[in-house]
């Protein structure tokens, strides 16, 4: 049985990453942090600031935890237009949770991303281990914090791990400044107004995965077992890869007369244009049987159902 501290709790992936987990383990064996209030306590709460190593360390401790699943960070857009932020926050809540972690020795997961990739990574079906030169401040934390995370376990031998997350889809928690938020805003207003105006260019492809499957993935992931793992701290993992068109043409077949029209962000276009359009998962298939669920019809339809009750 785990005790789990998580940070970043209530954002895009903690909010439900919460209650998985507490199903799984228990309620009581899962302490959720954010650095602001929860409007509702489903379990333990403590108010955090990644950056605040002392207080990480001590709820760590207070709380007997022996796994830390570190959520907190600052997403693509946001970091382009604040980039020292991006950096304090994402890099300094990274190393104060690996702190922790190699202190109270709890196993380690946090999310790397698509965004690792750079304009020089090949394109389609990139591979696990490629050239990696991105071009943000996004991307630079993730390959560095991937790097660290690496390290860590060299170094210290802290159980870490990670994956590298494509964009994600849920209709609980809305995803705040990501690039591939738009494929979540889509879904809302299809059912609020029938037309949405999509922010990223027609033809953009990237990669996205329902949040089940990215659910699923961290807490298999956290389960398999250690000797098979070679690539700890990044694995690709994906479930699809769609273009606006396509996801409006999914939609369509549950409102037809749903439109799509464009109004190009220039900043998240650019971040956009220097990831892959497809990245290749079969590492972690291979190392610990990652398989998703959820294809772009299937999570349309449930996106549309579950939103639809939602938004009443
Ligand atoms: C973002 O768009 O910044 C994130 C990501 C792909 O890491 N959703």
Known sequence: MKRII????????????????QGIYGV???LATDIRPAAQEN???????????QRMYNLAKDFKADTMMHMAA????????????AWNLNMGGL?????ASRELGMQFFTPSSIGAFGPSTPKKNTPQDTLQRPTTMYGVNKVAGELLCDYYFQKFGVDTRGVRF????SYVAQPGGGTTDYAVDIYYKAIEQQQYTSYIKSGTYMDMMYMPD??????ELMEADASRLEHRNSFNVTAMSFEPEEIAASIRKHIPDFKLSYDVD????AIADSWPDSIDASAAKKEWGFQAQYDLDAMTADMLEKLKIKLQ
Not at 6 to 21: C, D, M, N, P
Request: hydrophobic content about 45%; aromatic content about 2%; cysteine-free.
């Open 266 to 269: 220039p900043i998240r276009q």
């Open 166 to 169: 494509p964009g994600l889809v």
């Open 43 to 53: 379990g333990p709460f403590q108010l955090l600031d990644v950056t605040d190593g």
């Open 28 to 30: 009581d064996n899962v």
């Open 214 to 219: 990215a659910l699923q993935s961290i807490v």
């Open 6 to 21: 998580i940070t970043g709790a209530l954002g895009q992936i903690g909010s439900e990453l919460v209650g998985k987990l």
């Open 95 to 99: 190393v104060n949770a690996l702190e």
């Open 74 to 85: 600052l997403l693509s857009a946001t970091a382009e237009e604040k980039p020292l932020l």
